[in-house]
């Protein structure tokens, strides 16, 4: 069974819009939450992380939201530019440093 | 960060042959995973190379199918055995670095 769910499946926003992904899981050791951007024929690239002792973490465009409580987070992209098209992976880590990764994501930025 | 090279980047193979895929890192770390992508799909762990230890595998995963070998810290090897048109997928290796997971580019193989 998927321990990360992940949602929607696939977003179109116009550039310059906000892109907002969803993820959830239910095992509360997981104790970090990387989000992944895969462009095709490569592999995902780490583009962003938090830990659970934190609510918000912004890189740049990029804005994580965690709530520890609801077992949720999110990440947000800011300003979406069309070099922002990509499959987006969130993931979560466990004791043994395994990743256990949501469906993915794919985001589409018109402009 | 780390750079990690995998070799081939691609191929396409016969079923019932066997591929062995090679990943480099340029620096030495314990941790090292092996991770499957099936096409249009997520990444799917298959088993954990540290050095020093014989690999452990994931539920639905064997070794008599999925060979490591984990000889030091910069390298390892993940062999598909015995292939079938459903181990078309894109094979992955990452490491911990720094208290953050990488990705190498991956070996997309097709079996026919």
């Known amino acids: 069974q998927q321990q990360v769910k992940q949602s929607p499946q696939s977003l179109i926003v116009q550039k310059g819009g906000i892109s907002i992904i969803n993820c959830a899981y239910e095992?509360?050791?997981?104790?970090?939450f990387p989000w992944y951007q895969q462009f095709p024929g490569k592999g995902p690239a780490l583009l962003i992380a938090?830990?659970?002792?934190?609510s918000e973490k912004k890189e740049g465009r990029f804005t994580i939201s965690f709530n520890k409580s609801a077992k949720q987070f999110s990440l947000h992209i800011m300003d979406s530019q069309p070099g922002d098209s990509a499959t987006y992976f969130c993931?979560?880590?466990?004791?043994?440093?395994?990743?256990?990764f949501g469906a993915g994501t794919t985001v589409t930025v018109r402009a | 960060s780390a750079v990690i090279s995998q070799k081939p980047s691609r191929d396409i193979c016969q079923r019932g042959t066997s591929l062995t895929i090679q990943c480099q890192v340029d620096?030495?770390?314990?941790?090292m995973f092996w991770y499957r992508q099936q096409p249009g799909q997520s990444l799917t762990l298959i088993a954990t190379a540290n050095q020093g230890s014989e690999a452990t595998y994931e539920s639905g995963f064997v070794i008599d199918k999925f060979p490591i070998s984990r000889p030091n810290l910069t390298f390892s090897t993940l062999t598909v055995s015995n292939m079938s048109p459903e181990d078309s997928s894109i094979y992955l290796c990452s490491v911990w670095v720094g208290g953050k997971a990488f990705f190498g580019q991956g070996t997309r193989l097709t079996v026919v």
């Open positions: 095992n509360t050791a997981f104790d970090y």
């Open positions: 620096s030495q770390v314990t941790m």
């Open positions: 938090i830990r659970p002792d934190v």
């Open positions: 993931a979560a880590q466990d004791v043994d440093y395994k990743l256990s």
